[in-house]
């Protein structure tokens, strides 16, 4: 009884979820959105249609752009940024993305497989599934630092994993602004990289991200030996010991 009720609130879940997905689809469909995704001026003139309540529809947005796939966040931030400087764009979209990022993991974890799968196709499957399970939190981490790996799909695949939710949520936290900050900064022209500059970073990112990769176990080995190290000794009146 108690596993056919369960069943049926995952199925009630998976149906809103898919329903509220339908809509979000249908709202930017016709509101014009998909005809200026690939343009920050036009981005920045759809969300100033929405004046006074821009800085709503632009949270939104940037908290669909975490479920929605073939929405670029970082795109969007810098659509943001010019319109709403650097730190508006940055702080409003940071607070989108975590929540989304927070949003999306949970789902994953209470629908499962089928919720999952809906998302991420078998190729991004194959691709990220093994490495995530064999290196979960300096994959997620990097992965989250670095703007070429869809972050997004890999919240999804993170909830199907055994990390905790407050462990993943600090992941999210600790690696996701850096690129939305360089993205607002770029749109609100606080920051301008060429585009050497651009290879540049992302052959150092590259170089990085193999690196940590390939010693990541050598390195989190060491930290935990030199914390143990560094703790106290343990006497007779610990309170620990009796």
């Known amino acids: 009884m108690n596993g056919n009720h369960r069943n049926g609130k995952r199925t009630v879940a998976w149906a809103a979820v898919l329903l509220l997905f339908l809509f979000l689809c249908r709202w930017l469909w016709t509101t014009g959105f998909f005809q200026v995704i690939h343009s920050p001026e036009g981005m920045r003139e759809y969300i100033q249609r929405f004046a006074p309540y821009s800085h709503a529809v632009f949270f939104l947005l940037q908290f669909v752009s975490v479920i929605v796939a073939p929405i670029p966040s970082n795109l969007t931030t810098v659509a943001g940024g010019l319109l709403f400087g650097c730190w508006g764009s940055f702080l409003i979209t940071t607070a989108a993305v975590i929540l989304g990022s927070a949003v999306v993991f949970q789902l994953s974890r209470n629908l499962g497989q089928r919720f999952a799968r809906r998302f991420v196709s078998g190729k991004l499957w194959d691709r990220y599934g093994e490495i995530i399970r064999r290196k979960r939190d300096v994959f997620l981490f990097l992965a989250f630092l670095f703007p070429f790996f869809p972050d997004d799909l890999l919240c999804i695949m993170a909830g199907l994993t055994d990390v905790s939710f407050r462990r993943f949520l600090f992941l ?71």
């Open 172 to 242: 999210v936290v600790l690696g996701r602004p850096w690129g939305l900050l360089v993205s607002a900064a770029v749109g609100s022209s606080v920051l301008t990289i060429p585009w050497w500059g651009m290879i540049l970073l992302g052959a150092g990112g590259v170089a990085l991200f193999l690196l940590t990769l390939r010693y990541g176990d050598q390195v989190e080995s060491a930290i935990m030996q030199l914390l143990e190290r560094s703790k106290p000794a343990k006497t007779a009146d610990d309170p620990q010991l009796s």
